[in-house]
């Protein structure tokens, strides 16, 4: 597939060419961190339909890298009367993204 390079400096790989939103959604998150020195972010997407698989529509899996933050935003859910779950974001997910020709492929295998 086509090789682009993303907002961060990292070399991307389409293998998906229906997977464009996170490519654009990573750009946009680098760019709130990098320009507007944003410390702590959340996004809300439907960025894969296994999350959906996995939780159904009335759980919205979670996912993230400071777990203090994520427990206030999964208290902030509650008191709203929704549900987040934590999915784990382990590097060992990683090597599905390996490809030869950039940093990463914008969709893993399976």
Known sequence: GDVVTALNGKRVEITNTDAEGRLILGDALHFAERDLGATHLIDVATLTGIVYSAF???????????????????????????????????????????????????????
């Open 56 to 110: 159904g529509g009335e759980v919205a899996g979670s996912c993230g890298t400071d777990p203090a933050f994520l427990d206030e935003a999964h208290l902030a859910a509650r008191r709203a009367g929704e549900v987040l779950w934590p999915y784990p974001l382990a590097d060992a997910y990683m090597k599905n993204m390996d490809t030869w020709s950039a940093d990463m492929q914008n969709s893993g295998t399976r």
